[in-house]
């Protein structure tokens, strides 16, 4: 029963911000904690963000961090990925995962989420 839906990915150009939206049905948004994965072609996935379910911790790839931030309003389901200052090594589809954990716990390891979203391309080129 439970969906997860992706949206936000566009085209934009390398500077520009982007923010991705997870919204999930069928399960209350605060039973996980939310990551975001991105695969570009030839690329394996990619751990972007975790944020825990209670928001009060969060961990990012080396490669995002500074750049990208998560967010989460449980009352509205959903989550959010803001991406700003977005590079063309950005592209990728980025994927909306969800994990049941402890509170406070994050992982950017993709074996340990439950279920996954569709995807959301996002493309960065000038």
């Known amino acids: 029963q439970l969906q997860i839906v992706e949206s936000g990915g566009a085209l934009v150009q390398p500077g520009g911000s982007l923010r991705l939206s997870c919204t999930l049905s069928g399960s209350p948004l605060d039973y996980y904690a939310i990551g975001w994965f991105r695969q570009a072609p030839g690329k394996e996935r990619e751990g972007v963000s975790c944020?825990?379910?209670?928001?009060?911790?969060?961990d990012y790839a080396d490669s995002v961090k500074g750049r990208f931030t998560s967010s989460r309003d449980n009352a509205k389901n959903a989550a959010y990925l803001q991406m700003n200052s977005l590079k063309p090594e950005d592209t990728a589809v980025y994927h909306c995962a969800v994990l049941s954990a402890h509170r406070f716990y994050c992982s950017l390891t993709e074996s340990a989420f439950d279920a996954w979203g569709q995807g959301t391309q996002v493309t960065v080129s000038s």
């Open positions: 944020i825990s379910r209670s928001g009060g911790s969060a």
